[in-house]
């Protein structure tokens, strides 16, 4: 079955520096992956969508990579702000089941 | 303001009590599903529906039912068969569960055992 892998359960850094999460997939590629923004005690909330045919995507200070050689995608938070601070979760979907498969998430803190 | 309400926020089951936790949306979106969140651990899939009077098991159905009587509502029970229901329950919806579109969720349900 599939395997989602994001780093670290959580990384802390700097203000002003860039946050960078990963997301590791094993076996065949996913038609797409989703990023997710998650608050404690809240739902989910949608970032950024990238392709499998797609190599980045930027919105604002996102940014997300996708390499299916590597069976990875990044995601960046460029000058990173304490408001930034949350949980992201990555969520493939694969080909056939066509079903959303979410990480467990890395937590990010950005420190003042 | 378009969205998901779930509702309670928080919910206390005592044993051998079934719990009926409540999703409602206002985006006209034809697919709605139930996930449970564990600290630590991924989404995982309850249950999904479509359209109208039809749903699916997800990847851990066992112990939970759930109804799509109407577009709007997608209800969850959980059941005294679920021998470990504490967790945080999220609603979503999308246009349909084949297209790219992200998912909306509600802001949950957090289930605890007396």
């Known amino acids: 079955s599939q395997k989602i892998e994001q780093n670290s359960e959580a990384l802390n850094i700097q203000e002003g520096k860039t946050a960078t999460l990963t997301c590791n997939y094993t076996?065949?590629?996913?038609?797409?992956l989703q990023w997710y923004r998650q608050d404690p005690g809240r739902g989910p909330v949608f970032l950024l969508l990238?392709?499998?045919?797609?190599k980045e995507k930027r919105k604002e200070r996102l940014k997300v990579t996708f390499d299916t050689t590597l069976k990875q995608s990044l995601f960046h938070i460029t000058a990173s702000q304490p408001a930034d601070s949350a949980t992201y979760l990555c969520?493939?979907?694969?080909?056939?089941?066509?079903?959303?498969?979410f990480g467990s998430g890395t937590q990010l803190t950005v420190l003042p | 303001d378009g969205g998901i309400t779930q509702s309670p926020k928080y919910l206390f089951r005592k044993e051998g009590q079934n719990v009926t936790l409540s999703c409602e949306q206002n985006l006209n979106h034809d697919a709605m599903y139930w996930y449970r969140q564990d600290p630590g651990q991924g989404l995982r899939l309850i249950y999904y529906s479509q359209i109208v009077n039809d749903f699916q098991k997800g990847d851990i159905a066992e112990g939970y039912s759930v109804s799509r009587e109407k577009k709007e509502s997608f209800p969850l029970t959980v059941t005294s068969a679920q021998k470990n229901p504490t967790a945080f329950y999220l609603c979503?919806?999308?246009?349909?569960?084949?297209?790219?579109?992200?998912?909306?969720f509600g802001d949950g349900t957090r289930l605890s055992i007396l």
């Open positions: 969520a493939p979907l694969f080909k056939p089941a066509r079903q959303l498969t």
């Open positions: 979503a919806s999308n246009r349909d569960r084949a297209s790219n579109q992200p998912q909306h």
């Open positions: 990238i392709r499998e045919n797609e």
């Open positions: 076996n065949y590629s996913p038609a797409y």
